[in-house]
């Protein structure tokens, strides 16, 4: 099984005392006894602490080799890494143990190597109740410009007047994002004194993603402020935060190699699909992306109905 992909039933290994081997010809135990199936509808394996997945030899994971079943004991790696940490599907613990957790399927990756070459990434198209991350903020201002910056990437200068189709233009040309959508909520201008909203929904950047931030260098507010540049202000909600009667999402679509349908080559950084998947649009539909995050049958199904 490829590392990360989803079957009917959980990943089974034989629990033997103090070792674990795995034998996927058997029968045998689910998540070898080691863990507990976390979505039973897809069969992943959640490891109890002290067990990882096996190759499907008895020895630890490798990039390559990952049946997700709980099916060997545990290494201690040096590091998490940051994107790659938890190959996307979970939280890094950090200094000493360096484990996952709430992961799904796949460990921490363990050392630096640089000589490895990422996949690409998407969303599994087999979790259809993922949610797509919203970020708010609010602009209190009455002239002046301000800019928005994700993930070390700045925007032009946007005024205070701008509209929705300003704001998503001017995020979308940044290379941190390939499509957001924005609309306002209680005013049509991006920066008010009253309750106005912009409202970011990331179309394209997957998983629990870094807060928007702004500066307001150049806002002025005449009313709550002192005219001068810098009075005027900007919020940012996000991680289900409410800004104004508007509640922020954090985004739950996997953002895992090869969309957990296909098997990375990490010397060439290619997907190699599995049967009936191939490249999407980012969306679950077909498209130019190579990270097999489209499902031909489920999406016509979907499409026909």
């Not at 629990?15 to 795995?22: F, L, R």
């Not at 201690?76 to 957790?101: E, F, K, M, N």
């Not at 806002?219 to 540049?229: E, F, H, K, P, Y």
Request: aromatic content about 6%; proline content about 3%; hydrophobic content about 35%.
């Amino acid at each position: 099984m490829s590392a990360g992909s989803s079957t009917l039933v959980a990943g089974g290994g034989d629990a033997i005392g103090e070792i674990v081997s795995v034998d996927g010809t058997k029968e045998s135990e689910d998540c070898s006894g080691r863990g507990y199936c976390e979505e039973i509808n897809f069969g992943r394996c959640d490891c109890f602490s002290g067990y990882t997945n096996s190759d499907g030899n008895g020895g630890a994971s490798t990039f390559q080799f990952n049946r997700g079943d709980c099916g060997a004991l545990s290494r201690i790696p040096v590091a998490c890494l940051g994107d790659l940490q938890c190959s996307g599907h979970g939280t890094c613990s950090g200094d000493p143990s360096y484990r996952c957790t709430l992961g799904i399927s796949l460990t921490c990756l363990f050392f630096e190597l640089p000589e490895l070459e990422e996949c690409p990434r998407g969303d599994d198209f087999n979790t259809d109740d993922d949610a797509i991350e919203r970020q708010l903020i609010q602009c209190v201002a009455t002239l002046g410009t301000f800019t928005l910056t994700f993930r070390d990437e700045t925007t032009t200068s946007l005024a205070f007047d701008a509209t929705a189709a300003d704001v998503e233009a001017a995020l979308n040309e940044l290379a941190t994002i390939g499509e957001v959508n924005v609309f306002l909520v209680g005013g049509t201008a991006a920066c008010s004194v009253a309750s106005t909203v912009i409202v970011v929904d990331f179309l394209t950047e997957l998983g629990a993603l870094p807060p928007l931030s702004g500066s307001n260098a150049l806002l002025q507010d005449s009313v709550n402020g002192d005219a001068q540049d810098g009075s005027g202000a900007l919020t940012v909600a996000t991680g289900g935060q409410e800004l104004l009667g508007q509640m922020s999402v954090t985004g739950t679509r996997e953002n895992a190699f090869c969309s957990n349908h296909g098997f990375c080559d990490f010397s060439t950084g290619t997907c190699t699909c599995h049967a009936n998947y191939g490249g999407s649009d980012g969306n679950g539909g077909p498209g130019p992306i190579a990270n097999c995050g489209f499902h031909e049958l489920k999406y016509a199904l979907q499409a026909a109905a």
